[in-house]
């Protein structure tokens, strides 16, 4: 019997792509799952299909349709999800889409629906799973909890042509750091993934010829090759895991490290305002003459630059 036996699980966005497989994968290991999509025509018999491949392989879920943006959406996904499973164990944030353009023309709709999709949609159900494990613990009850929030490589390499959605990624891995701050003296883990896989989200655009399945032999961007180490970090052998960020495809999976702060620069002129002479003093010992704009700078270097 696995040790998740019987836990339970919230995955938004689970009628397809990584949600799907992650939830299928969670329930093959005994989890009780909700399944959460939007209520829309394609997404809501997807999330039907999610729970009926579980409940025919023998497990257990529960369809919660709704925005996982909305606060009153949200709410009911708590909600349901007591009614029908009478706790909440892991809250895996995973919904989302994208709408690319480069900032020269990206429209406030267009940016403004996809950072509430993602960077709202995981605030708003990272609250209620927080608030509830935290009230747990203040009533003298045991708690096992596992956040689980889905960035991408997009949040590191600037991604210049989704100024929404990067923003909205990199927002999620300083959200997530919070929270398992806040969550570590409760025991509960907060962590983050950045997988790479074929999904709807991926067919086309600039991923879509390198994450098709080959002919034959492994497929390397298969969306179930993510769902393991969202099963293993809502694990009771990764309970020391948490205020981490996972790149995950294919069979490898890279722990990042955290960024590096490099020396102070310190005004040459001792204690007082910097002048601009100053200024340029001490920075060009860093901006010198093999300095390479962009390609040095803060984001990894990717394509053309
Ligand atoms: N596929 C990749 O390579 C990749 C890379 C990096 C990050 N991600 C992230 O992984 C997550 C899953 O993406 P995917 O590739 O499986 O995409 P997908 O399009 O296959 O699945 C996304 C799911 O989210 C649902 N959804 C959209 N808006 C919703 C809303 N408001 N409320 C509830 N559900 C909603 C969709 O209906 C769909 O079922 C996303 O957060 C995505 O940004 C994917």
């Not at 995973?94 to 950072?115: Q, R, Y």
């Not at 300083?174 to 570590?184: D, F, I, K, P, R």
């Not at 709807?200 to 010829?209: K, L, R």
């Amino acid at each position: 019997m696995s040790e998740l036996e019987g836990k339970v699980a919230i995955i938004t966005g689970a009628g397809r792509g990584l949600g799907r497989e992650e939830a299928l994968d969670l329930a093959r290991h005994g989890v009780r799952v909700v399944i959460n999509d939007i209520d829309l025509p394609g997404a809501k018999e997807a999330a039907h299909s999610t729970a009926d491949e579980i409940r025919s392989d023998g497990g257990e879920a529960h369809v919660v349709l709704g925005d996982c943006a909305d606060t009153n959406d949200a709410n009911a996904l708590m909600k349901k999800t007591f009614e029908k499973f009478g706790d909440l164990n892991i809250m895996v944030n995973n919904a989302g889409f994208v709408k690319d353009k480069t900032i020269f023309s990206m429209s406030d709709e267009e940016f403004d629906s996809v950072v509430r999709v993602h960077l709202r949609g995981h605030f708003v159900n990272m609250r209620n799973a927080m608030n509830y494990w935290r009230g747990k613990v203040k009533a003298g009850e045991t708690v096992y909890g596992r956040l689980i929030s889905t960035s991408s490589e997009a949040a590191i390499y600037g991604s210049a042509g989704q100024p929404n959605y990067a923003s909205a990624k990199a927002g999620i891995v300083a959200m997530t750091m919070g929270a398992a701050q806040l969550m570590v003296s409760y025991g509960v883990t907060c962590n983050v993934i950045m997988p790479r896989a074929e999904t709807d989200m991926t067919m086309s655009g600039a991923t879509a010829e390198m994450f098709k399945a080959p002919e034959k032999g492994f497929h390397y961007f298969d969306a179930a090759n993510v769902a393991p180490l969202v099963t293993y970090l809502s694990s009771e052998p990764a309970a020391k895991i948490s205020g981490e960020v996972f790149i995950v495809w294919g069979n490898q999976i890279n722990v990042l490290q955290r960024p590096k702060v490099l020396p102070a620069h310190v005004n040459p002129a001792g204690a007082t305002k910097w002048s601009q002479a100053n200024l340029h003093e001490s920075l060009s010992t860093h901006f010198d003459d093999d300095y390479r704009s962009v390609r040095d700078g803060y984001s990894m270097p990717i394509g053309r630059v």
